[in-house]
């Protein structure tokens, strides 16, 4: 996925994590996802917490 030119089939047979739960935060349009996912990517693919995710500051229309 990303940077490390995965395939997200490949992801999701690796991790036993759903292909939709995956194309979903692909695209970022995952509304949330459980910790346990989340530590079972990072450990998968040897990264941290904060290079999976970035911080976005939601725009609120004022």
Known sequence: ????????????RKT????????RM???TLVRIDLDTINTLCES?????????EYQKKETNV
């Open 1 to 12: 996925m990303g940077e490390q030119k995965l395939k997200i089939s490949d992801v999701s």
């Open 16 to 23: 036993g994590i759903n292909r939709g739960t995956l194309t």
């Open 26 to 28: 692909y695209h970022e």
């Open 45 to 53: 693919l040897g990264i941290s917490v904060d290079e999976l995710f």
